[in-house]
């Protein structure tokens, strides 16, 4: 990709960063802007883990808040009840992220690329009951835990990135998925500008919050990534 378009990109990108989804209520719903987002998902974990995952009897994740994030991610419905999945998503995440949440800043690149594919995995069978719903439980997981390496994705992403690759075809499951990502993210990376944009959503502990894991993560280069692919 040329270095130009790159950089309007990457400046794109970080004005969107902020931006409410036009897919969403009249469009000025700060919560589905990609901040609000990642604050939301990533934010109410870490607090919940500061406070011995105590919530006062309520859902980590509020039903409103899947909701949004399938109107901003233009996720089909397939008739899911919100409520039903909220409390799925507080099951997961007790079982499976809970024991573990201060243990994944500590593993090696390879082993958060292993622990990112089984937490799909189990996701898409403990959330939505099937393997083959890897693509909502990748947006989830995309939001929820900024410290893996999880790449979401959709139809498009799905057939542009099989393309740059020049393969016959697109992936088939998260796993391959993941391993062609891999391959172009890395091709791409080093056109990729490091997290320079502000965190606006929340109030300033929550701010805060999301700029530590931004700092400390690869999530902003991922989120580049996928923007690049999409424009």
Known sequence: MNTDICKVTAQ???????QPSPRVGSGHDARSSSNGLLSIFYGSLEHAAHYQWLNAGRTLVDKTYLNILWQAAELA???YDF???ASNLDAFVRAQLEPIWYELDLLSHEEKQQQAIKLIQQAAA?????GYHEQHAAWLLFYLCPQLPVF???????TRIS???HQPQSATNYLEYQQ?????YSRMLPLIQDFNASVEYGNEQERKTVSKVLRGSDWWQRYCFIKQLLA
């Not at 403990?126 to 099937?130: A, I, L, N, P």
């Not at 979401?152 to 799905?158: C, R, T």
């Open 12 to 18: 794109r990108t970080i004005e969107e960063w902020h």
């Open 180 to 184: 062609q990502c891999r391959q172009l």
């Open 126 to 130: 403990e959330v939505f009951g099937s």
């Open 77 to 79: 419905h397939n008739g």
């Open 152 to 158: 979401p994705f959709n139809a498009a992403l799905q």
């Open 163 to 165: 393309t740059r690759l």
């Open 83 to 85: 409520t039903n999945m």
